[in-house]
């Protein structure tokens, strides 16, 4: 069987392409999730009522979920450019993929501190080697390991086909912090607005958190853009568009 | 604003959980920039002494 990419997603993966779409959708991007985070802390934080149990505490939550959710979105969007890399052999792919890392390993990192501040108060504890929050901090060492493979080789080509099966591999991480609540008996709380047909959530605790992860998302997009330009420019530092970039009025790529 | 900032009993957690996701997000701006100005310095610089080089030649 084969499979075949439609012709915008080949023209948007052509660097020169992708870079002028980043340099001119990145800017907005981070603006508009950081007026969103902005406005997300402002409900979580003022307009949101105290948890009947929780107290104030829970206001952990507006920060601590977002950055949860994103570790692992983030290591799905690492994985999936590391397997259209791989298998459709294309470069930004695996630019993607490489710029993706560091970003997710500082969420995690932040999920795992936040978490760790929020089980204080409420745990008794700021870590327990629980399923969740074990399978969390494996997700923070596949991070570290995909970077540190990377770095390991020179050629580039060959550290984007071994980081990719590693990036893959770890895949089978993600449905086990999903489901590590439910799979075993966790300290950590279950899933709350992912039951859909009945959150266990009032409205006015739930906006800010929407509000928040849509925030967390379109900042990981921004930063991603960003990232990915100065991977491909790297990249493509022989090619000739960079090359016509540089011969400009400034002798400077913009 | 006293009793907003006691965060019900909570200050310690709450507070330090956001002081560090806003660094957290500045740290991720400010590396991706430095980065991207890393990158382009370097081309800028190979381009530069190509030029001599060949104005030289």
Known sequence: ?254 | MTEFLAMGGYAQYVWPTYGLTLIVVVINVVAARRRLRSVREALALKAARERRRRSQA
């Open chain 1, 1 to 254: 069987m084969r499979i075949t990419l439609p012709t915008w997603f080949h023209k948007l993966a052509s660097p020169p392409h992708f870079y002028r779409f980043a340099r001119l959708l990145g800017p907005w991007l981070l603006w508009v999730s950081l007026l969103l985070m902005l406005i997300g802390a402002w409900g979580g934080l003022f307009l949101a009522p105290p948890d009947y149990q929780q107290g104030d505490g829970f206001r952990i939550i507006y920060v601590h979920v977002p950055s949860a959710y994103l570790s692992t979105m983030i290591y799905a969007v690492m994985a999936t450019a590391a397997a259209i890399g791989l298998i459709w052999r294309i470069k930004l792919a695996h630019a993607v993929a490489a710029a993706a890392a560091p970003v997710g390993a500082w969420f995690t990192f932040l999920a795992l501190v936040t978490g760790a501040l929020w089980g204080k108060p409420m745990w008794g504890t700021y870590w327990e080697w629980d399923p969740r929050l074990t399978s969390e901090l494996i997700l923070l060492f596949l991070y570290f390991g995909y970077m540190s493979l990377r770095s390991a080789f020179d050629d580039q080509s060959r550290a984007d086909r071994a980081s990719a099966v590693l990036a893959l591999v770890g895949v089978v991480n993600l449905p086990i912090i999903h489901y590590s609540v439910i799979w075993w008996s966790s300290i950590h709380q279950g899933p709350t607005i992912s039951k859909l047909d009945a959150p266990s959530i009032t409205t006015d605790m739930l906006w800010p958190l929407l509000v928040m992860i849509l925030a967390y998302t379109l900042f990981f997009a921004a930063v991603l853009l960003q990232r990915v330009r100065a991977e491909v420019l790297d990249r493509e530092r022989h090619a000739r568009w960079v090359q016509e970039l540089l011969a400009g009025p400034e002798g400077e790529v913009r």
